[in-house]
C-alpha cells in the first residue's frame, strides 16, 4: 500500500474544501450582494397592482370580450411569469374560470408605473340555443391573481366597466371557458 506525502494530502483537502465551498448550498451571507442588473424581480403581489376590466363594445367574433390590465403601482420592478388566475363567480354557486388561449409561457418584469394588458375572450351575450353558466341579473363577482402569488395573497375583486368606465355586471354564457390571451406590456 502507498504512502501519501503530506503535500498530496493536503491537496486533496484543498480540492475538497474548494468544491463544498462552489456548492449550490454555500452561504451566501459572506457573498457579495448581486448587481440590480443581474437579480431577478420579486414576484409581482395583489399589494402592488391595480386591476381593472373593460367590456369591450358590440358582440365579437373572434375578437376579445374585454380587456384585463394590472397597473404596477409598487416602486420596484416585479415579475409577472405566466398568466393571472381569473374568476368570474356568483356566491357558492355557479363559476368559470379564465384559462390562457395558448400555453406559451409569459415571463415579463413590470416596472413601477407601467401596466400590463390581457384580453379576455368569452361570450357575454349568449344565443337561444346556449345557456349561461354566470347569469348578469345575480351580479357576479371577478377575482383575479396575479401568476405565482405568496401564500397570504388572495387575490383582488375586479369590476368590470364599460369603455366610459360605467360599472355592468358580468354574464358568461356558452359551453367554453372565458380565455386568457397573450398579454402586452404598457
Known amino acids: 500500500m502507498a504512502r501519501r506525502t503530506p503535500a498530496v494530502s493536503a491537496l486533496s483537502l484543498v480540492v475538497l474544501l474548494g468544491a463544498a465551498a462552489c456548492g449550490k448550498d454555500h ?44 397597473a ?5 420592478p ?10 368570474f363567480w356568483v356566491g357558492k354557486g355557479p363559476s368559470a374560470d379564465a384559462k390562457p388561449k395558448k400555453s406559451a ?44 402569488r405568496a401564500a397570504h395573497d388572495h387575490g383582488s375583486l375586479v369590476e368590470l366597466t364599460d369603455a366610459q368606465g360605467h360599472r355592468v355586471r358580468a354574464q358568461v354564457c356558452g359551453p367554453d371557458d372565458p380565455l386568457l390571451g397573450a398579454p402586452q406590456l404598457h
Open 105 to 148: 409561457p409569459v415571463h415579463l418584469v413590470l416596472k413601477p408605473g407601467h401596466s400590463i394588458v390581457f384580453p379576455v375572450f368569452y361570450d357575454a351575450v349568449g344565443s337561444p340555443s346556449e345557456s349561461c353558466d354566470v347569469l348578469a341579473e345575480n351580479d357576479p363577482r371577478i377575482s383575479v391573481t396575479p401568476p405565482h
Open 72 to 76: 404596477h403601482e409598487g416602486s420596484e
Open 27 to 70: 452561504d451566501t451571507a459572506t457573498q457579495p450582494p448581486m448587481s440590480s442588473s443581474h437579480a431577478h424581480p420579486a414576484a409581482c403581489g395583489s399589494s402592488a397592482l391595480n386591476w381593472r376590466m373593460t367590456l369591450l363594445p358590440g358582440k365579437p367574433h373572434h375578437t376579445p370580450t374585454a380587456m384585463l390590465s394590472a
Open 78 to 87: 416585479c415579475a409577472f411569469d405566466g398568466y393571472p388566475g381569473l374568476e
